[in-house]
């Protein structure tokens, strides 16, 4: 079982940028789908982004779609959020998760996760 870790969050104001980290232990990621869910205080944990084994598909939640990136080095066991023009509804704690098969909007499908790494954007 892949362990996953997350950093990288942090508190920034509107209109700025954060990169977060996933970092995979006790195993290879290249594999994997993997994929970064949030969960703001009071509300369920959604999707995010997710990435296929090798980075040619991607999928985003509509409200992300040309703010945040996701990206992967399997060399490197790791994956990446690039999360630019921050909006203070993009606070939320942060989790990665893998999962073998194909992108999944459905945390269920998900067998690995991380503790999650706090976002916070606010003036």
């Known amino acids: 079982q892949v362990e996953l870790v997350e950093s990288g969050g942090g508190l920034v104001q509107p209109g700025g940028s954060l990169r977060l980290s996933c970092a995979a232990t006790g195993g290879t990621i290249s594999s994997y789908v993997m994929a970064w869910f949030r969960q703001a205080p009071g509300k369920d944990r959604e999707f995010v982004a997710g990435i296929n084994w090798s980075g040619g598909n991607t999928s985003y939640i509509d409200s992300v779609k040309g703010r945040f990136t996701i990206s992967r080095d399997n060399a490197k066991s790791s994956v990446y959020l690039q999360m630019d023009s921050l909006k203070p509804e993009d606070t939320a704690v942060y989790y990665c998760?893998?999962?073998?098969?194909?992108?999944?909007?459905?945390?269920?499908?998900?067998?690995?996760w991380g503790q999650g790494t706090q976002v916070t954007v606010s003036s």
């Open positions: 998760a893998a999962r073998a098969g194909s992108i999944s909007v459905q945390q269920m499908n998900y067998s690995s």
